[in-house]
């Protein structure tokens, strides 16, 4: 019961081995077909690269809807894909409370933060935090929580990555896994330091249409097995998991104790709140031309998660009707692979051509999601390196644009490596916590800032630094003390207890933690604040004025 | 940055976007048009976050401690928690569409407005 989808209990992951065997060679068909579609693509978008605006923001020529498309591909991660559905077809209802959260979080980006930081910054998230502030010490703050916040929501899908692919492709040996994850790690490499933002983002583009694509698919035959009446779907799926109408309430996986309802209103606050931190979708409102084409292409990404996650519900609930709970915990205990299952089912079953084809279809669009979250995470911790500490701390913003991109390329590169390495040494772990912490740090440290920085005239430096750092630390450690790390069978190391905090998600504390001490440094310093600095901030974040 | 043509549409533009002086942006800030844009702005903006967020979390606090309310059947096996739930989804959707036709009737014309003053006198 972790406060993230779990993509990754690597233990007893197991699709029946001959199912796998005899669709592998379609499923690396399927593979091979989306690397190469996408290495084309980045080849080529590659060779439109040539500013650092092209690099970093794709050229800020993206049309709204483009971007809409790109967004939604990098939001929904396998974690919403594969975990939403698979949380649904175990738990129900309490499956669907995820997909409300990570929606209605876009209303924050919307109203709040997507038009003033398209207005006001130019590469990073850093731009917008650092604009009236000392440029060095808020800087390497947003350079940090930018790097530890895409780190591990990387590491995240890496080893999801590994665990799922091995499953569909029946790999379960060490080396087969470690050999995935580096797959991986290398093809995001040469997204990014080829490809750029734009090719990033027609990655993204294709990932999202492919997605949407194969969950209408599997939805449609969904609904029609019950003649599109959702009623009957549900009444099967609550009989059909053995929990009778306690399947369509709220509680069956929160519900549980007083800690766990704490913990659900923990992470209700942080998917609310973490989205508009997070920086691999903040870089995105960079790719359009203006404020107004980054509204937009929020409310297509609004209209289009949406779409989505109402379709996982039928997913979920599908495959809790369609399969036995056994099935499902059988092949993963987190309930991963329901969707791919389901797919097999409704294709007629593992013997059939249908199944089978459905399945390497549903695998490899889940492959798809995987390889471009982790482009976009790549994209956004390398560009803060290069931009935010390179360009700015390092060299105190005397980089010329060709150093800068040429460092953005290298620390891709050592991004890429480092996550390559620690993704093999977590394949066995369970890192879902990783992800529930890097929406809490998002929602600590970066949220607080950013709209202190954009709306609040009395803030200082040193009110940037104590929320970033103390959002950042406060999260960071109280993850490290919670149930997710130790003490659990389901945690990080079971073998050992540390756990001194009890809730899973750490938000409950470090987010209106990170808001108080934003406000306490900026009111403790000595400093004043730079007012006219705020002017130049508050004036071009509304009106585009000068806008990059 | 002042040219006599129009901008070069894509490229080098965007490294030095044509900038008023900070005594401008301060001119600017102060002025009763940007003071009636920020309020504008925030006075829609503002209220509707506080709203959408205590909306949601009635919705995390109900669904934790009010189960038996959310269980009640409504019709067939759709119960309170299902219409309570897609009810986040259509207000999520209604208030992403009220804002975008807001901003752009309300917002864009004021800070375009000001936008092109500021930048013509460049």
């Not at chain 1, 490809?195 to 949407?212: E, F, H, P, R, S």
């Not at chain 1, 449609?220 to 609550?238: C, E, I, M, Q, T």
């Not at chain 2, 979390?57 to 009010?66: C, D, E, I, K, R």
């Amino acid at each position: 019961m972790s406060p993230t989808i779990q993509l990754s209990e690597a233990a007893g992951i197991h699709l029946a081995n001959s199912d796998a065997s005899e669709h592998r060679p379609l499923i690396i068909t399927l593979f091979a077909l989306f690397v190469i579609a996408t290495l084309v693509i980045t080849v080529w978008a590659g060779r439109q690269t040539k500013s650092a605006a092209d690099f970093y923001a794709g050229g800020r020529q993206f049309t709204a809807f483009q971007n809409g498309l790109a967004v939604s591909g990098d939001y929904m991660s396998a974690a919403s894909f594969l975990g939403i559905a698979g949380a649904i077809a175990l738990f129900g209802y309490d499956g669907f409370l995820y997909s409300i959260g990570f929606l209605v979080a876009w209303l924050v980006a919307l109203l709040l933060v997507a038009e003033p930081l398209r207005n006001s910054g130019r590469y990073t998230m850093g731009d917008v935090l650092a604009y009236r502030m000392r440029q060095r010490p808020v800087r390497t703050a947003a350079g940090a929580s930018t790097i530890v916040v895409s780190i591990f929501y990387l590491l995240a899908q890496m080893a999801g990555a590994g665990v799922l692919v091995s499953l569909l492709l029946g790999i379960t040996s060490d080396a087969g896994k470690i050999l995935i994850v580096a797959l991986v790690g290398i093809l995001m490499i040469v997204y990014v330091t080829i490809g750029g933002m734009k090719g990033t983002t027609w990655v993204q583009m294709v990932k999202a249409v492919l997605l949407i694509t194969g969950t209408l698919l599997i939805t449609f035959l969904v609904l029609l097995k019950f003649n599109f009446n959702v009623s009957d779907l549900l009444g099967s799926a609550a009989s059909n998991s053995g929990k009778g109408s306690a399947f369509l309430e709220p509680g069956l996986k929160y519900g549980l104790t007083e800690t766990s309802k704490l913990d659900f209103i923990s992470l209700g606050i942080a998917l609310v709140l973490g989205t508009a931190g997070l920086p691999h979708i903040l870089i995105r409102f960079y790719t359009v031309p203006t404020a107004k084409a980054a509204r937009k292409s929020v409310n297509w990404a609004i209209g289009i998660i949406g779409g989505f996650y109402l379709m996982t519900i039928a997913l979920g609930f599908g495959a809790a009707a369609l399969l036995t709970p056994k099935e499902i915990t059988d092949s993963n205990p987190a309930g991963n692979t329901a969707a791919p299952l389901l797919a097999m089912e409704i294709g007629g079953g593992g013997d059939s051509t249908g199944g089978a084809i459905l399945l390497a279809v549903i695998s490899a669009v889940a492959f798809a999601t995987i390889l471009a979250v982790v482009a976009g995470l790549t994209l956004a911790s390398s560009s803060s390196f290069a931009h935010d500490i390179y360009a700015n701390v390092i060299r105190r913003g005397k980089a010329t644009e060709k150093e800068e991109v040429r460092a953005a390329r290298y620390a891709t590169v050592a991004i890429g490596v480092v996550s390559i390495a620690l993704g093999a040494l977590a394949r066995d772990l369970n890192v879902a916590g990783l992800v529930a912490l890097a929406f809490a740090v998002a929602a600590s440290a970066n949220l607080p800032t950013l709209l202190y920085s954009l709306f609040w005239k009395r803030f200082t430096t040193a009110g940037a630094l104590w929320s970033i750092y103390g959002g950042l630390a406060s999260s960071v450690l109280l993850v490290l003390f919670s149930p997710v790390v130790s003490s659990k069978p389901s945690s990080m190391f079971p073998g050992v207890d540390f756990a001194f905090f009890p809730l899973e998600n750490p938000g409950l504390i470090s987010i209106p933690l990170g808001f108080l001490l934003g406000w306490l440094g900026s009111l403790l310093s000595k400093e004043e604040p730079d007012v006219k600095k705020y002017a130049e901030l508050e004036v071009k974040s509304l009106t585009g004025t000068g806008a990059h | 940055m002042a040219s006599d043509g129009p901008p070069p549409p894509k490229g080098d533009s965007d490294n030095s976007p044509a900038q008023p002086t900070t005594a401008q942006f301060v001119e600017v800030q102060e002025s009763a048009e940007f003071g009636e844009l920020r309020r504008t702005y925030r006075s829609f903006a503002f209220p509707l976050t506080i709203a959408f967020i205590a909306w949601y979390l009635l919705y995390v606090l109900l669904s934790n401690y009010a189960g038996g309310f959310m269980g009640t059947k409504l019709f067939g096996n759709i119960n309170v928690a299902f219409v309570f739930g897609l009810g986040q989804f259509l207000t999520t959707f209604l208030i992403a569409w009220f804002y975008a036709k807001f901003a752009s009737q309300k917002l864009d014309p004021k800070g375009a407005a000001i936008k092109s003053r500021m930048e013509a006198d460049l």
